[in-house]
């Protein structure tokens, strides 16, 4: 069983910044790419940002600039800084990792529940 959990969404005013987290536990063998969509009221989920085992990120044309994504290995978690924080923004924001739980069984996307980022003033 893997389970992503993510963390950091909240209220922000135009202009901020916030921190979303996500932490994958459970039985892994090996991460590929873990990535972060949004989905905002109405709208396809979408690419954020995404970050491969060696370290290579993208970015949708909207975030790039003001927003940074990292990645713990060792922890397996990715990190995604948002700054000037727009209210085009807000949506609720899922992690994304593409996991192999063991050999043999295949590669396999996984997805947090979300979290929501509003940005407001």
């Known amino acids: 069983q893997v389970q992503l959990v993510e963390s950091g969404g909240g209220l922000v005013q135009p202009g901020g910044s916030l921190r979303l987290s996500c932490a994958a536990s459970g039985s892994i063998f090996s991460i590929n790419a873990m990535g972060w969509y949004r989905q905002a009221p109405g709208k396809e989920r979408e690419l954020v940002a995404r970050?491969?085992?060696?370290?290579?990120?993208n970015y949708a044309d909207s975030v790039k600039g003001r927003f940074t994504i990292s990645r713990d290995n060792a922890k397996n978690t990715v990190l995604l800084q948002m700054n000037s924080l727009e209210p085009e923004d807000t949506a609720v924001y899922y992690c994304n990792a593409y996991i192999l739980i063991a050999i043999g069984i295949g590669w396999k996307d996984y997805w947090g529940k979300g979290t929501l980022v509003t940005v407001s003033s």
């Open positions: 970050i491969i085992d060696g370290g290579s990120t």
